[in-house]
């Protein structure tokens, strides 16, 4: 008797030869029907080989690629479970930069769109494809695109496009903060970057998973946005999902197909300048009577971040008033005082600086700094809430948890004594930055209280 077997054929996403090539292009032009593919190129998205016993000699490689998915899958689902390790370290103890955080949505459903031009009043443009001339970007500046849809909260669509043109899924999210020319999907944006180990991710990069057998069941991407532990388990995502786009502690690579994440970087990277970015050059490098190209630099990534005002000419490399100036600000904007802000650089600033981290500059007028502006960010004190507490510092916190979206146990309320529901409200919150055990509690720390007020 004569039995069929079928193996499916998934083009490599690195490999040059026609035949790959001739498949990727094949699966870009082949969305499911349901979401607007054709029929004809919907059947096309998969080659089957069909092999029969008839007049066949089996050869070892072929019982090898038989064998390979379940090896491939026990591999993976141990990858996921190392990869999805939780935090050792007390996170009230950490000082990261994460703000506006929503409820996780550990397993998303990412239906997307082809590739295709902007729209909306965004700039039109032709659909993109990989002999377009990359835009020239650099990591402070894809973070700082990124950061304005969080602050938008732009709602997740497949269907709508946002203001700058871009649609408003996974894809189209990255494709905005790389400025690619034309919104992308999960299957071409690699296209645009290369391949990169995951210890080597630094601000600015992608993390991808593309699932080409339905590249809608859980093909989706996110923006690495800076490791949150030391241990590497965890980092700062930047994601467009349900409901809208959010920024927030993620296990590394994402909360389900963990192993199937590939790392990429953009292509056409720059750091602004010839300086590098990566090391801290040393306090000596700033100050009175000093001018090299790393005060340039300095100067740059200043007015990137909203100190553009303390220049009225420049940046430039000899070291200025304005220098010190924007530099005390962007310190005071992270919450430090005293010699932590006193307009010389250090590895911290020069860190946030260089990897689009931190808190931005305020615009003059609106407060110095975190704090200064927004006296509820300030922790009160880990006794304000315990049974029985009843107090307006309590009121403040429910209505903050309402604002995030974690008020789902109150039942009436929030208001100024303690309950049950406050605990439950603040342990979901808690559990969305990825913290276990005893640093989800249920009961607000400083770091807690720092995050929900950011």
Same mark, same amino acid.
């Given at each position: 008797?004569?039995?069929?077997?079928?193996?499916?054929?998934?083009?490599?996403? =690195?490999?040059?030869?026609?035949?790959?090539?001739?498949?990727?292009?094949?699966?870009?032009?082949?969305?499911?029907?349901?979401? &607007?593919?054709?029929?004809?190129?919907?059947?096309?998205?998969?080659?089957?080989?069909?092999?029969?016993?008839?007049?066949?000699?089996?050869?070892?490689?072929?019982?090898?690629?038989?064998?390979?998915?379940?090896?491939?899958?026990? @591999?993976?689902?141990?990858?996921?479970?190392?990869?999805?390790?939780?935090?050792?370290? =007390?996170?009230?103890?950490?000082?990261?930069?994460?703000?506006?955080?929503?409820?996780?949505?550990?397993?998303?459903?990412?239906?997307?769109?082809?590739?295709?031009?902007?729209?909306?009043?965004?700039?039109?443009?032709?659909?993109?494809?990989?002999? /377009?001339?990359?835009?020239? /970007?650099?990591?402070?500046?894809?973070?700082?695109?990124?950061?304005?849809?969080?602050?938008?909260?732009?709602?997740?669509?497949?269907?709508?496009?946002?203001?700058?043109? *871009?649609?408003?899924?996974?894809?189209?999210?990255?494709?905005?903060?790389?400025?690619?020319?034309?919104?992308?999907?999960?299957?071409?944006?690699?296209?645009?970057?290369?391949?990169?180990?995951?210890?080597?991710?630094?601000?600015?990069?992608?993390?991808?998973?593309?699932?080409?057998?339905?590249?809608?069941?859980?093909?989706?991407?996110?923006?690495?946005?800076?490791?949150?532990?030391?241990?590497? /388990?965890?980092?700062?995502? *930047?994601?467009?999902? $349900?409901?809208?786009?959010?920024?927030?502690?993620?296990?590394?690579?994402?909360?389900?197909?963990?192993?199937?994440?590939?790392?990429?970087?953009?292509?056409?990277?720059?750091?602004?300048?010839?300086?590098?970015?990566?090391?801290?050059?040393?306090?000596?490098?700033?100050?009175?009577? +000093?001018?090299?190209?790393? +005060? /340039?630099? %300095?100067?740059?990534?200043?007015?990137?971040?909203? #100190? $553009?005002?303390? *220049? $009225?000419?420049?940046?430039?490399?000899?070291?200025?008033?304005?220098?010190?100036?924007?530099?005390?600000?962007?310190?005071?904007?992270? &919450?430090?005082?005293? $010699? @932590?802000?006193?307009?010389?650089?250090?590895?911290?600033?020069?860190?946030?600086?260089?990897?689009?981290?931190?808190?931005?500059?305020?615009?003059?007028?609106? #407060?110095?700094?975190?704090?200064?502006?927004?006296?509820?960010?300030?922790?009160?004190?880990?006794?304000?809430?315990?049974?029985?507490?009843?107090?307006?510092?309590?009121?403040? %916190?429910?209505?903050?948890?309402?604002?995030?979206?974690?008020?789902?146990?109150?039942?009436?309320?929030?208001?100024?004594?303690?309950?049950?529901?406050?605990?439950?409200? +603040?342990?979901?919150?808690?559990?969305?930055?990825?913290?276990? #055990?005893?640093?989800?509690? &249920? *009961?607000?720390?400083? @770091?807690?209280?720092?995050? %929900?007020?950011?």
């Amino acid at each position: 008797m004569t039995v069929p077997a079928f193996e499916e054929y998934v083009p490599a996403s =690195d490999c040059t030869c026609a035949g790959c090539a001739a498949q990727r292009r094949t699966a870009a032009g082949a969305l499911p029907v349901r979401y &607007g593919g054709h029929p004809a190129a919907h059947g096309a998205r998969r080659a089957l080989v069909l092999v029969t016993a008839a007049g066949v000699v089996l050869s070892t490689g072929v019982a090898e690629a038989a064998r390979a998915p379940g090896g491939r899958a026990a @591999e993976a689902t141990g990858a996921a479970r190392t990869d999805e390790a939780t935090m050792s370290v =007390d996170p009230e103890t950490l000082a990261d930069e994460d703000d506006p955080l929503a409820p996780v949505d550990r397993d998303p459903d990412s239906p997307q769109g082809g590739p295709g031009p902007l729209r909306g009043t965004g700039a039109s443009g032709p659909p993109s494809s990989t002999g /377009t001339t990359l835009r020239k /970007t650099s990591r402070a500046a894809i973070i700082n695109r990124a950061k304005k849809w969080v602050s938008a909260q732009v709602p997740y669509s497949m269907n709508k496009y946002w203001s700058d043109g *871009y649609r408003q899924d996974c894809s189209g999210y990255v494709s905005m903060a790389w400025n690619l020319p034309g919104n992308e999907w999960t299957g071409s944006l690699a296209t645009y970057g290369k391949k990169i180990a995951r210890a080597k991710l630094q601000p600015g990069d992608i993390l991808l998973f593309h699932n080409p057998a339905d590249p809608t069941k859980g093909s989706h991407v996110t923006i690495f946005g800076g490791w949150t532990n030391s241990t590497h /388990t965890h980092y700062t995502a *930047y994601e467009q999902t $349900k409901p809208h786009t959010r920024k927030q502690t993620t296990p590394m690579a994402y909360w389900t197909n963990s192993a199937k994440y590939v790392a990429y970087r953009y292509k056409s990277l720059s750091s602004d300048s010839g300086v590098s970015t990566k090391a801290f050059p040393g306090a000596g490098k700033f100050g009175t009577g +000093v001018s090299n190209t790393y +005060v /340039t630099q %300095l100067g740059k990534m200043l007015a990137d971040r909203g #100190g $553009k005002r303390f *220049y $009225k000419v420049g940046p430039g490399p000899g070291w200025g008033d304005a220098d010190r100036r924007a530099t005390r600000a962007f310190q005071q904007a992270q &919450g430090w005082k005293g $010699k @932590e802000a006193d307009g010389i650089p250090g590895p911290d600033t020069w860190h946030r600086l260089a990897n689009g981290t931190g808190r931005d500059i305020p615009a003059a007028g609106s #407060g110095s700094g975190r704090g200064d502006s927004n006296p509820a960010s300030k922790f009160p004190g880990r006794g304000y809430f315990r049974p029985g507490r009843s107090n307006g510092h309590v009121d403040r %916190l429910g209505k903050q948890l309402v604002k995030k979206g974690y008020g789902k146990h109150y039942q009436s309320g929030p208001g100024t004594r303690w309950t049950e529901a406050d605990r439950r409200n +603040v342990e979901a919150f808690q559990r969305a930055q990825g913290w276990r #055990g005893g640093a989800a509690d &249920g *009961y607000p720390g400083p @770091e807690t209280w720092r995050r %929900l007020f950011a």
